[in-house]
C-alpha cells in the first residue's frame, strides 16, 4: 500500500514552532529518499528537507537552523521541527517518498529536482503571521 498522510500544520505567530508530521505505510517509508517540500500560492514548489533511509540529511537555505527532519522508524513517521517560524514559511507543506528503495543520485540533487514518479501526501498548511 502508497500512502503518506501529513498532519500536524497550523496558524502561528513569527517565533513560534510546529512540528508536521508525516505517516507513511510500510511500503512507502521503505523507500530511499524522503523529504518535505512546500509550495507557497503563485509561487514554484521548494524542497525544504530530504533524508536518506541511511539518514543523510539535506536543507534549503532558507531553513537551515530553524528546521529538522526527523525519522521515527518504529512509527514509520517522518517529521519536520520547524522553529523560529517567518512570514515567508507559509504554504502548504508536502511529505514526499522517492519510488525506489535504493540510491539513484545525491540527496541534494533529490529535493532540488524530485522526482516524476516520486510518492505524494495530500499536504498540511502552515500559516505564519507577523
Known amino acids: 500500500q502508497v500512502q503518506l498522510v501529513e498532519s500536524g500544520g497550523g496558524s502561528v505567530q513569527a517565533g513560534g514552532s510546529l512540528r508536521l508530521s508525516c505517516a507513511a505505510s510500510?511500503?512507502?517509508?521503505?523507500?530511499?529518499?524522503m523529504g518535505w517540500f512546500r509550495q507557497a500560492p503563485g509561487k514554484d514548489r521548494q524542497g525544504v528537507a530530504a533524508?536518506?533511509?541511511?539518514?543523510?540529511?539535506s536543507y534549503a537555505d532558507s531553513v537551515k537552523g530553524r528546521f529538522t527532519i526527523s525519522k521515527a522508524n518504529t512509527a514509520n513517521t517522518l517529521y519536520l521541527q520547524m522553529n523560529n517560524l517567518k512570514p515567508e514559511d507559509t504554504a502548504m507543506y508536502y511529505c514526499?517518498?522517492?519510488?525506489?528503495?535504493?540510491?539513484?543520485?545525491?540527496?541534494?540533487?533529490?529535493?532540488?529536482?524530485?522526482?516524476?514518479?516520486?510518492?505524494w501526501g495530500q499536504g498540511t498548511q502552515v500559516t505564519v503571521s507577523s
Open positions: 514526499a517518498a522517492s519510488d525506489t528503495s535504493y540510491a539513484t543520485r545525491d540527496l541534494v540533487s533529490w529535493r532540488l529536482f524530485p522526482d516524476d514518479n516520486n510518492i
Open positions: 533524508i536518506t533511509k541511511l539518514g543523510a540529511t
Open positions: 510500510t511500503y512507502t517509508y521503505s523507500r530511499y529518499y
